[in-house]
């Protein structure tokens, strides 16, 4: 276990702290716990989160990742697939087909939340975003499929992004947005009363897939190696904050959870390499070895929001998701 130890108090956050209601949450006879997570493209569930999942299908629990959108509007980001005519005529179909490979590797459930993926507006002053887009629609319209969902799943654990969306995609942001609304609703019986039976989820996880510490013990592995960082930038800015004093890829929360999973980052890879369209073999998301990865950083990175079961104590770093729920 790394040492992250600082300020590992949960967000003060009443809006978010789970329904008290052990009637909606049956006894766990037999050992198997449930967990959701909620990703705005296809391809996002294994560039975070993959290997923890891995872990937990591998102990015989159950998960479900959730896309919210179809990808449709994502670029080719494999040079070895430009100008591929079936990608560029349709990327909804690829990403599609992307997933269902993705999912075979990792094994876990799958869910489309069912809405069109808004794309990554450039330019200043930004454009606004496409008609009938996931971010465009209203957070009771874009959360009530996800209510319906997690009242169907029954997760004790969701697992989404902070509210910079882990970085400030559109859809990224509504997907937190919509994890949280669908979290803090679904226990209680007098919203979204078609959305099915109530359900109370014991715990909200915001993944913190930047975590500054992990890339600069990367930066100085591969430098100490001889090689090149495809992270120096990212580092050198890591103190360069935004117009509300946040560096834009930097975790909102401290890591208050590390998972040790580093014997499954292999199934990560040949997942993330399933999302061909969306992945460069040879870019950063495979700079630094399996080898090295394992060794240096076996973790994945959590920050725990909103907990019924407790929290860690402080200067104390959680190993389980499932804390206080086995």
Known sequence: MSANNDALRPANNDALRPANNDALR??????ALRLLAVHAHPDDESSKGAPMMAKYLAEGHEVMVVSCTDGSRGDIQNPA????????????????????????????????????????????????????????????????????????FRPHVVVSYDENGGYPHPDHIMAHRVAVEAFRAAPLAEEYPDAG???????????????????ETFHRALL???????YARWVASATEDDA????????????????????????????LAAHASQVDPNGSF???SLELRQRLWPWEDYSLISSSVGYPKDGQTEEDLFAGLR
């Open 224 to 230: 100490e190696a001889g090689l090149e960082s495809p």
């Open 26 to 31: 049956p006894a766990n006879h037999d050992g």
């Open 286 to 288: 495979f700079a630094v």
């Open 81 to 152: 697939l430009l100008g591929y005519a079936h990608a560029d005529r349709d990327m909804g179909g690829v990403r599609r087909l992307e997933m269902a490979e993705a999912q075979r590797i990792i094994g876990m459930q799958h869910r489309w939340l069912g809405f069109t993926d808004s794309g990554l507006p450039e330019g200043d002053p930004l454009p606004p975003l496409p008609w009938g887009a996931f971010a465009t629609f209203p957070l009771h319209q874009a959360a009530a499929p996800l209510v319906r969902l997690v009242r169907e």
């Open 244 to 271: 509300e004093g946040h560096h834009p890829w930097a975790a909102r929360h401290p890591v208050t959870t590390q998972v040790e999973c580093g014997k499954y980052f292999e199934i990560r890879d040949r997942a």
């Open 197 to 215: 039976e109530p359900w109370a989820p014991s715990k909200l996880y915001y993944d913190v897939p930047f975590n500054a510490r992990k890339y």
